[in-house]
Each structure stands twice: as C-alpha cells, then as structure tokens.
C-alpha cells in the first residue's frame, strides 16, 4: 500500500479524560495508514486502545511517549515530514529540536471541533515558533468543522457504502442483544445527565416499547446509578435497557447504524452519529465558564435544529430549568439529520484536505 510518496506522519497525543482525544487521534492514524501513510502515534496512555483497536492497524506504530527509551530510540531515527500536535498538546521538547532539524517539516496543530464562527476565520493561519524547541518553524493551526471554510470532518472513502451494507438484525443478534421487530433501538453514549432520569421516565411511559443500548462507563454507570434510587426503572413499563461491553471503533459505529436515536457526547462519537444519519442528542463536553453554551448553540444553528430538538437539547445539557420534550426518531428530527449529513458528504472530508494542506504548505 505505501507508495514512494507516502510520507511519515507523527501524531502525538495526551489523553485529558475520558476517550475523545485518543479516539480522535486513533481514527486520523489508521485513515491515514490506510491511504499507505506511515504513521507513528505517540501517546502518553494507550489502555483504551486495548478495546478501541485490540488488532492495531498496519501502519501504525503506536509509541509510549513516557517512555525514555521510546524517546532516545525516536530521536536517533530521521525527523517525519509531517508532526501533528493533537489539541495543542506540547510533544516532548527533545523531539521537537530533534524534528525542527528537518528543512520542510510541515507542524500541524490539531484542533477541537467546534461550529462556531472563530473556526472559519482561524482555519490554516500560521504560528511561527521564535523560542525553544522548535523555533525557526511555523506551526499551523487546523481546524475541523461542518463548512468547506473549515478542515472537515474525519470520514473513511468508504464509510456509506459500509453503512448501506449494515444489517441491523444480524449485528444485534451476534451481539446477543434481544430485540423485537416493534421495538424502537435508542443508543446512550453521555456523561451524567441532568435529564438521564427523566428520558427513563418518557421512554417508560410511551405507548412504543423501546431498547435501550448502554455503553460501557460513564453511561452504564449513570444509569445504573438511578437504578439504584428507584430499582424498578429496570425493564419497567415500555423501556427494556441492555448494557453493552466496551465496544471496538468500527463496531461502535455499529451501534449508531443499529439505532432510531443515537445519545452522544463529546466530539468523535458526534462525527459518527452525524455519518449514521439518524436523530441524534449530543451531550457537549462541558466547560467551567460555561462557553460549552455558546459552541452548543453554534453547532444547533449549523444543523437548522427545529424548536422541538433545540429545546432537547438544553435540557438534556442541563441549560436552564428546560423541560424534557419528547424524543422523536421520525418526522423533524430524522429529517434534520439526513440534510446535515447531505451537506457533509458534499464537502471535502478531513484526511484529503489535511493532505493538500501538508503539500501546499510544505
Ligand atoms: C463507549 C465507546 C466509545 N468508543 C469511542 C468512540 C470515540 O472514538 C471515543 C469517545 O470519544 P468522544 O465521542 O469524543 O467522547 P469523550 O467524551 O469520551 O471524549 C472527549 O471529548 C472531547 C471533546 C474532550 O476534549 C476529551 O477530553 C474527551 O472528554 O470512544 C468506542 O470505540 N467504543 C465504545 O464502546
């Protein structure tokens, strides 16, 4: 697969919490390889890709970026075309004056995803280092977004056709998860919720019996949690939940195929219930001074959400004292998601604007 084109991209990555910046950085390193890049990613804990990615990828050497040896070893190799620091994250300094040896290295910063307008304007601008590690070089800043104006989103060539593919049926019942034909699948991937309880309560009280699907951690714990104070919320009335194990990647993108409804959080899981073109509740990553209102609203305005869905959406992210309205999985809502993803897939997805970027820049 690799050319005597392909060039050697390090990323390097520093997990914060929870799972978004590795699975962010994990997704960019096997898409690249799989375009016969080479890729190293260093990281400075990899136990998620233990259920993430058990196989690894070709092409992709993952590297312990604490360990010393892992260090010394890198710094005698020759410098990669391409560094990509993962939202903003420091690479060790004895690798960068290592890597700034190299004439033409193109140092791309990574950046969070948002909709709001900054974006657009910050997309591509330069950064040039004059101190330390590094100076000399010009960083750039990269940022993924939901217009052409932005670096687009992560989407593998070919995610639609694996997606038309999809059996729902087959893929439930390999996983073992009971299922009857009438049921309405809903998936839950959050933090905590201040509106967890109440979902539980509409989808108990619904007149259509619906699945919840679980997953592994934060959500699995919040829901068991309010099992705990009212232990009967357990396959009462019309809500049937299973709890799922940790999924790998490709298989959680499973699930968003497999569902009427996708809850998701954070950034990666919001790209890839985007892509699976179902309704979808995004739990934002929520931050002290409450600038995670102004980048919700952004992203609702993006999307054209309609009132009902808005409105879902802040009280599911505990804006204000908003009342939980009722999920729809039909009607607006499905409608809304198909358009976003209509306007997506017209545009240039991330890897192949990163790529022209490198050789443009470089
Ligand atoms: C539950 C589950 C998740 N995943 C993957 C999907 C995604 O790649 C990843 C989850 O990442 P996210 O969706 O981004 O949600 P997240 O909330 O885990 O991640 C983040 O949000 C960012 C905005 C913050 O900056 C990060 O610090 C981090 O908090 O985990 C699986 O592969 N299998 C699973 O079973």
Redesign the pocket.
């Known amino acids: 697969m690799q050319s005597s084109q392909s060039k050697q991209w390090d990323i390097f990555c520093k997990v914060?919490?929870?799972?978004?910046?590795l699975?962010?950085c994990w997704?960019l390193a096997r898409q690249l390889a799989a375009l016969g890049e080479r890729v190293r990613l260093w990281i400075d804990d990899a136990t998620a890709l233990g259920?993430?990615a058990p196989s690894g990828h070709d092409g992709v050497q993952v590297i312990d970026w604490l360990a010393p040896s892992a260090l010394r070893a890198a710094v005698a190799q020759p410098a990669p075309d391409v560094l990509i620091e993962g939202?903003g994250c420091d690479p060790a300094p004895e690798l960068v004056a290592r890597f700034a040896e190299r004439p033409g290295i193109a140092w791309i910063n990574l950046e969070?995803l948002s909709a709001e307008p900054y974006v657009e304007r910050l997309h591509g601008l330069p950064s040039p280092v004059f101190k330390g590690p590094g100076a000399g070089l010009t960083k750039r800043f990269f940022y993924p977004g939901f217009t052409s104006a932005t670096g687009g989103l992560l989407r593998e060539p070919d995610l639609m056709e694996r997606r038309s593919r999809f059996d729902r049926a087959s893929w439930l019942s390999a996983r073992q998860i009971p299922w009857r034909q009438d049921e309405r699948l809903v998936s839950l991937?959050c933090y905590e919720p201040p509106a967890l309880a109440g979902l539980l309560a509409r989808l108990a009280e619904n007149r259509q019996p619906t699945r919840l699907l679980v997953?592994?951690?934060r959500a699995a714990q919040a829901v068991q949690a309010l099992q705990g104070s009212a232990p009967l919320l357990h396959g009462r009335g019309a809500l049937s939940i299973s709890y799922?194990p940790?999924?790998?990647?490709p298989d959680?993108d499973h699930l968003l195929w497999a569902c009427d409804l996708n809850f998701?959080?954070?950034?990666?899981?919001?790209v890839?219930a985007l892509w699976a073109g179902a309704p979808l509740i995004w739990q934002i990553?929520p931050q002290d001074d409450d600038a995670h209102h102004e980048k919700l609203n952004a992203w609702l305005d993006w999307l054209g959400a309609p009132p009902s869905l808005r409105l879902f959406h802040h009280a599911w992210n505990g804006f204000g004292d908003t009342a939980l309205p009722e999920p729809e999985m039909h009607g607006p809502w499905l409608e809304t998601a198909r358009d976003a993803r209509a306007r997506l897939l017209a545009q240039d997805d991330l890897i192949t604007q990163l790529r022209k970027f490198v050789t443009q820049k470089s």
Do not use: K, P
């Open positions: 914060i919490d929870n799972h978004g910046d699975g962010v997704r259920w993430m939202f969070y991937f997953t592994a951690g799922l940790y999924l790998t990647q959680f998701v959080r954070g950034e990666d899981s919001l890839r990553y």
